[in-house]
């Protein structure tokens, strides 16, 4: 679980690792807008699935940084056994470098997926079973992090969202982002069954102020970052077709898997930032909707 130390420590400088992914570009507007001396590194600066990044990330990454690592090939780019060893490849990179040089602090944000697929409701003591590679990928990712930065006494911090939806998203995973995408395009959001799975949505503004919060209080543990509050996959797509301007469809295919539905026991949130509030999913899907581009 979460620990903080007694008081805040503002980082001197950040170095987000994936700055160019949606959840990364998002995280380096946050730290901008906190006037947080920040260094964003997408795969054209350094690629970790090369083994010259070692040096590189040796050469570049200070004592005093705190290390944000969200660099990872996600399910959109390939869900077989090649992406997942080309996602170890890049956390075997970055421990070596991690292990011969430490930093002040290293975050990772893994993801949900590490928890079984019956995980309810998924608190951070339930049991890591992935039933995917991308969830593996992840677990193993967090062990070998773990590993090194024991090696090299960096304290670590692991955030695991739920899905994340917002203003930037290329991922199109079914949910929010997708629906807004079709609503947009076709006027239309095409549900499995009725859409009767309930789960978790996150909006990205608010992981990337949780991992802010963290930062500054230079959290230690494991932290799984979800609302708290589930909603129905239909109750979702209605929400988009009324934010999205003109007609919106909600349509139904005939169901193929069973229905199942997740929650989140956000206490351990509740208790490391009592006053930190998450955006209603209507608020978040309508500034979304409002975001240029």
């Not at 040096?55 to 869900?79: F, W």
């Not at 543990?221 to 934010?243: I, K, M, P, Q, Y």
């Amino acid at each position: 679980m979460i620990r903080l130390p007694p008081q805040p420590v503002s980082p001197g400088r950040v170095v987000v690792i994936g700055a160019s992914g949606f959840v990364g570009r998002d995280l380096v507007r946050h730290l901008g807008e906190l006037g947080v001396p920040t260094l964003p590194l997408a795969s054209r600066d350094l690629d970790l699935l090369r083994p010259e990044s070692r040096d590189a990330l040796r050469q570049t990454v200070r004592a005093d940084d705190a290390v944000v690592l969200i660099s990872a090939l996600t399910p959109d780019r390939g869900r077989d056994i090649a992406t997942l060893m080309r996602n170890l490849t890049m956390a075997e990179n970055f421990c070596a470098a991690l292990e011969a040089s430490g930093c002040a602090h290293l975050t990772y944000v893994s993801s949900d997926a590490v928890y079984e697929d019956d995980a309810n409701p998924v608190r951070e003591t339930s049991c890591c079973n992935p039933s995917t590679f991308h969830g593996l990928m992840h677990l193993a990712r967090e062990r070998m992090l773990a590993y090194a930065a024991g090696k090299a006494k960096t304290p670590l911090l692991v955030l695991r969202p739920c899905a994340v939806y917002g203003p930037g998203d290329t991922h199109n995973s079914y949910g929010p982002n997708r629906f807004l995408r079709t609503a947009r395009a076709e006027g239309k959001i095409t549900l499995f069954g009725n859409g009767e799975e309930k789960r978790d949505h996150l909006y990205v503004r608010d992981l990337s102020r949780l991992t802010g919060l963290c930062l500054r209080h230079r959290a230690e543990g494991t932290l799984n970052v979800a609302t708290g509050r589930a909603a129905s996959f239909h109750d979702v797509a209605e929400e988009v077709a009324r934010v999205v301007p003109g007609p919106v469809e909600v349509v139904g295919l005939p169901r193929t898997t069973p229905v199942t539905h997740r929650h989140f026991d956000v206490t351990a949130t509740l208790q490391a930032f009592p006053q930190f509030r998450f955006t209603p999913l209507a608020e978040g899907l309508a500034e979304t909707v409002a975001a240029p581009g």
